[in-house]
C-alpha cells in the first residue's frame, strides 16, 4: 500500500541499529510476559486482603483476573501476527529492558487514536487544523512531508485530501504498527485489541479496562480513495539525519505534536527550511514539551542516560516564533486549540493540551 521510499543508512548498516531493532520486535514478543506479571501483581495484592475485607468485595471483583488475562492473550495474538515475518527467540525469562516495555503499552494507546473509530474526536482536535491549512496555502499534489509520522494516520490523511506524502518516523516500535496496519489490514475493523489493560488508576467499571477496540475504522486504501493518483511513502530514520542531503524537495513541511521532540530545536527548524522549496509552507500543531527536558536526570552523574538530556534546549513560544522568522520565514497563520492526546475516552482522566497551530513560509 505505500512505499518504504528510503532508509537511513545507519538504520541499514549500524549493527547498533540491527541490534535496536531486533530489541523492539522482542518486546513485542515479550509483551504478555511483561503484561502477565503486572496482572499478577495486581492479583496477588488482591488475595492478599484481610478476610474481613475480601469479605466486602464484589465477587466479580475477585474474577476480573481472567478476563484480563485473557485481554493480555489477544494482544499478544495481534502482535504475534505483526511481527511473524521477524525470527527473535525468545525464553522463560524476559529479556527486554522496561523502556521497550513501555513503549509496547503505549504503542496500543497510539493505535486507539490513530486507527479506531473512538480515536475520531481526537484526530478530529489534532488533524483537521492541519488539513484545512493544507486546503488553504497548498495545491492538489503538491509534495508534503510529514517528521514523526507515528502510526501514519497523519499520511494517510493528507494523501486522502490530495496530496502527495512521505512520512518520517523514528521509532521502530511505531513502524512495525503502522507498515502491519497499513499494508496487511484490508478491512474495516478486521482486528480486535485490547489498549488500556495498563490503566488500573481513575477507572470508572472494571471492565472499561478490558472492552474490545476494533481497528482499523478505515483502510488505507479506503481513505485514500478520492485521490486518483496517490502517492505516499515512509522514510524510517532520525529526521535530521534522513533529509541532511535535501534542498528544496518540497512544497510543505507538516509538523504535528513533533518539533519539540527535538533537543535542539534550531537543527529541525534548519533542515525543515533547507527541505523546503523557495515559497514553500510549513504547517504546525502541536504543544511544547520538549521531551529531552529531565533535570532529575541532568543532574545526577552518576546516572547513565541519553546525550540529549544534556543538550535540551526549552524556549517559550514566543522565542520559538522569533527563532523560526530569523530563518527566514513568513508567519501566514496562528491559532490556539485545544487538543486530547491518546485518553481512555472511558477513563476519569484525560491528557489534553493547549497547542499552537501555526502556518509559515519559506521566503
Given amino acids: 500500500m505505500f512505499e518504504d521510499s528510503r532508509q537511513d543508512s545507519a538504520f541499514a548498516q549500524d549493527p547498533e541499529e540491527t541490534q535496536h531493532f531486533e530489541d523492539c520486535v522482542l518486546a513485542f514478543k515479550e509483551y504478555s510476559m511483561d503484561m502477565m506479571g503486572e496482572v499478577a501483581r495486581r492479583e496477588k495484592h488482591m488475595n492478599s ?12 471483583t475477585l474474577r476480573k483476573f481472567e478476563g484480563l488475562k485473557t485481554c493480555v492473550r489477544a494482544n499478544q495474538e495481534f502482535f504475534e501476527q505483526m511481527i511473524s515475518q521477524y525470527r527473535v527467540s525468545t525464553g522463560s525469562v524476559m529479556k527486554s529492558e522496561p523502556h521497550h516495555m513501555s513503549k509496547v503499552r503505549l504503542v496500543l494507546h497510539q493505535i486507539a487514536r490513530e486507527w479506531s473509530e473512538e480515536g475520531n474526536e481526537e484526530r478530529s482536535q489534532c488533524f483537521d487544523p492541519i488539513l484545512e491549512q493544507l486546503k488553504k496555502h497548498c495545491s492538489p499534489k503538491d509534495k508534503v512531508l510529514c517528521p514523526g509520522a507515528g502510526l501514519g494516520r497523519l499520511p494517510v490523511e493528507i494523501v486522502g485530501a490530495g496530496y502527495a506524502c512521505e512520512g518520517n518516523e523514528f521509532s521502530y516500535h511505531m513502524l512495525l504498527v503502522s507498515d502491519f496496519i497499513m499494508n496487511k489490514l484490508n478491512e474495516e475493523n478486521e482486528k480486535v485489541i485490547h489498549p488500556w489493560l495498563d490503566g488500573v488508576t481513575n477507572v470508572y467499571r472494571s471492565e472499561d479496562l478490558t472492552r474490545p477496540v476494533k481497528i482499523p475504522d478505515r483502510t488505507t486504501r479506503q481513505i485514500m480513495t478520492n485521490n486518483e493518483e496517490p502517492l505516499l511513502s515512509m522514510c524510517a530514520g532520525e529526521f535530521i539525519q534522513s533529509y541532511k542531503n535535501d534542498r528544496n524537495t518540497h ?9 519539540d521532540t527535538a533537543a535542539n530545536v534550531f537543527k529541525y527548524i534548519e533542515t525543515i527550511h533547507a527541505v523546503l522549496k523557495p515559497g514553500g509552507k510549513w504547517i504546525n500543531h502541536g504543544p511544547l514539551m520538549w521531551h529531552w527536558y529531565a533535570p532529575g536526570f541532568t543532574s545526577n552523574p552518576d546516572v547513565k542516560q541519553e546525550a540529549r538530556y544534556d543538550e535540551s534546549v526549552e524556549l517559550s513560544y514566543d522565542e520559538l516564533k522569533a527563532v523560526i522568522e530569523s530563518y527566514g520565514f513568513k508567519f501566514l497563520h496562528e491559532s490556539k486549540k485545544t487538543c486530547n492526546y491518546s485518553s481512555n475516552i472511558k477513563s476519569m482522566m484525560s491528557t489534553v493540551y493547549n497547542t499552537v497551530l501555526f502556518t509559515c513560509t519559506k521566503e
Fill in 251 to 259: 512544497d510543505c513541511v507538516v509538523t504535528c505534536f513533533f518539533i
Fill in 49 to 60: 486482603l484481610p478476610v474481613e475485607h475480601k469479605a466486602k468485595l464484589k465477587s466479580e
